[in-house]
């Protein structure tokens, strides 16, 4: 089995910076992408951002600028650094990874979730 834990939510200002750490364990051949999803109230679960093991990344425009994805392959964790976070990044942060266990056994993983508050 597969397990993602997250860390590193809390309360921020606006303005302010947080940084998430999301570490996958268990028995794993390899984790191919990893990435962070987010879901505010009321809303649907929205994509953050996403790395590829070569460390390619994608951004949702909403953080483009602001958020950086990040990964140790060694260590099979992602991170995101929050930089100038704004009201409206407020919500539970996701961890997910596309983790492989062997030949043709190939899975999509889910953190607990993390909040992110930014409020004065």
């Known amino acids: 089995q597969v397990q993602l834990v997250e860390s590193g939510g809390g309360l921020v200002q606006p303005g302010g910076s947080l940084r998430l750490s999301c570490a996958a364990s268990?028995?794993?051949?390899?984790?191919?992408?990893m990435g962070w999803y987010r879901q505010a109230p009321g809303k649907q679960r929205e994509l953050v951002a996403i790395?590829?093991?070569?460390?390619?990344?994608n951004y949702a425009d909403s953080v483009k600028g602001r958020f950086t994805i990040s990964r140790d392959n060694a260590k099979n964790t992602v991170y995101l650094l929050l930089n100038s976070l704004k009201p409206e990044d407020t919500a539970v942060y996701y961890c997910?990874?596309?983790?492989?266990?062997?030949?043709?056994?190939?899975?999509?993983?889910w953190g607990q979730g993390t909040q992110v508050t930014v409020s004065s």
């Open positions: 997910y990874a596309d983790v492989s266990l062997g030949i043709g056994r190939r899975y999509n993983y």
């Open positions: 268990g028995s794993i051949f390899s984790v191919n992408v």
């Open positions: 790395i590829t093991s070569g460390g390619s990344s």
